[in-house]
């Protein structure tokens, strides 16, 4: 079955209020609308580098304790794409002073919502325990960041690079599983620190040796290229006594140097048709927009979900309740930090022309970018 993946060129295509709505009467601020929240939070900084958030909430006897590392798959070079996220995996299969599996000593002490992510920015690890537990959480997440290369063998390497391609193939196999992959070569070259996927690829995965693991380990994972936070039962004062205890020997490593990265343009649409084993025909449009630390990405946000993130959706109520043209319709944006994907999806319901959906979602698209939501 074919899918249509579109990928159009220009940041400014979408936009959420246009020129000719922005003479019009201005709505009411939302500040005057919605409450500001208020989240009191103190930090300090350890003379190794590592960076301590603390947030107080005396409502339960618990903490929740998040490690944030300035490693992500944009950092990644040609060659060893995927490595950001394979050490996600190496850091739960034990350090030097806690040689086995991550969770098992936090299930003892009755700890919950444990787990890693890895994005193309940064990858973090969280947990909440007891506040009783938190010394231990602290010697865990301390003694992986600073003594972990002793305890990667090539057993495990092996055994995490196998669990981590497994995902691939899961994910490629998928319905519609390679479109985003067509899409990021569409807007993106492959040299563009955004041009290529978290999980990297089959062949630098297998490229893996224990030299290149750990090189990469002592560039990316010191003190000073992270953020550690705490918030729940715990103070600023007893924050630094037990941070230091269990953080403070750990030396210094080098520091992600910050890059520049362009919102690049193309200079024509692209079409691209896959062909995939699916029942129905999906049509994907995708544009590179501002990242979520520019301003205009939190108007994006709200683009998206007025034009099909939401069940009220313009393209949910023309295209499938109303001209039952399509089964299902999505757009999203997806702002990294530096660079974004606006993208709008609809699968074609079947014995529908194809083409004749591509028309009604240029014409939606079209009416709003000319006047804007309601």
């Not at 579109?6 to 922005?22: D, F, K, Y």
């Not at 601020?29 to 300090?44: G, I, M, Q, S, W």
């Not at 007891?130 to 990667?152: C, I, K, N, Q």
Request: aromatic residues 8%; hydrophobic residues 40%; negative net charge.
């Amino acid at each position: 079955m074919t899918i249509t993946s579109v990928a159009l060129a220009g940041v400014a295509a979408i936009a959420l209020v246009s020129p000719a709505v922005a003479q019009q009467a201005q709505p009411v601020p939302a500040a005057t609308l919605v409450k500001a929240v208020n989240l009191p939070y103190e930090e300090f900084t350890l003379p190794n580098g590592l960076r301590v958030v603390v947030h107080t909430d005396r409502k339960a006897p618990v903490v929740a304790l998040s490690v944030w590392y300035d490693v992500g798959a944009k950092h990644e070079p040609a060659g060893k794409t995927g490595f950001a996220h394979l050490f996600e995996h190496l850091m739960f299969n034990g350090s030097e002073n806690a040689p086995d599996d991550f969770f098992e000593p936090l299930k003892q002490v009755g700890a919950t919502d444990f787990n890693g992510t890895t994005n193309l920015d940064r990858t973090n690890y969280y947990e909440t325990v007891p506040t009783a537990a938190l010394e231990r959480a602290l010697f865990l997440e301390s003694d992986r960041m600073g003594y972990l290369l002793g305890a990667v063998t090539q057993a495990k390497l092996d055994e995490q690079r196998g669990v981590v391609q497994n995902e691939k193939r899961q994910g490629d196999n998928q319905p519609y599983g390679l479109v985003d992959y067509k899409i990021t070569a569409g807007l993106l070259a492959v040299t563009h620190p955004y041009g290529h996927d978290t999980i990297g690829s089959m062949a630098d995965l297998d490229a893996a040796t224990l030299t290149t693991v750990r090189d990469w380990f002592r560039s990316h994972y010191g003190p000073n290229n992270a953020v550690l936070a705490l918030a729940g039962d715990i103070d600023v004062a007893t924050a630094k006594r037990l941070v230091t205890k269990y953080f403070g020997a750990i030396s210094s490593g080098p520091k992600t140097a910050a890059r520049v990265v362009p919102v690049t343009t193309l200079t024509a649409p692209k079409v691209e048709t896959m062909k995939d084993r699916v029942a129905a025909v999906m049509i994907s449009r995708s544009w590179t927009v501002p990242g979520s630390n520019d301003p205009q990405s939190v108007n994006l946000d709200i683009a998206a979900n007025v034009l099909g993130g939401l069940a009220s959706s313009r393209l949910q109520e023309a295209l499938v309740r109303q001209e039952k043209l399509a089964t299902s319709v999505s757009a999203y944006n997806y702002g990294y930090n530096q660079i974004g994907q606006f993208t709008i999806q609809v699968v074609v319901k079947e014995g529908v022309d194809p083409a004749k959906v591509m028309q009604r979602l240029d014409a939606i698209t079209a009416d709003f970018l000319k006047n804007g939501p309601t």
